[in-house]
């Protein structure tokens, strides 16, 4: 069973991705869905960070080397961002690599460039769930 942390985050973070595909279609350059995402996700009051870095781990130590995700969303969530024909497997292994070296456990890879829908991907880590949020959503089910 997977945990559902962070699921009212999501939901909120995907509708504003949907209005942003409605709005603007597939086939322009991922940098304009950047910024129609941070303006977005602004207008509904969504706290975000654009392009910040976030720390990364190795054995409960801080690296030098930073990572730079396109957005870090309510403080929890990763996103990549892409403007591809098609999402493939390397595309989920550069999201899943980001959240395990910076220990966040959940992340969206989320596609403008797929023609007729928005194709997105949610992604969950559970070995990096606080144990808290990890029991509540184990007895919620």
Known sequence: MKPEIYKDEGYKLMGAAFEVYNDRGCGMAEEIYQ?????????????????QELSCYYKDRELKKSYVPDLFVFNCL???LKAVTE????????????????????GYLINFGHKNTLEWKRITLSEFIPAVDLLASISAD
């Open 35 to 51: 910024e129609c995402m941070e303006i977005e996700l602004e207008m509904r009051g969504i706290a975000l960070l654009s392009k």
């Open 78 to 80: 990763i996103v990549e």
């Open 87 to 106: 999402l493939n497997s390397e595309h989920e292994a550069q999201l899943y690599n980001y959240m395990r070296i910076t220990r966040q456990p959940v």
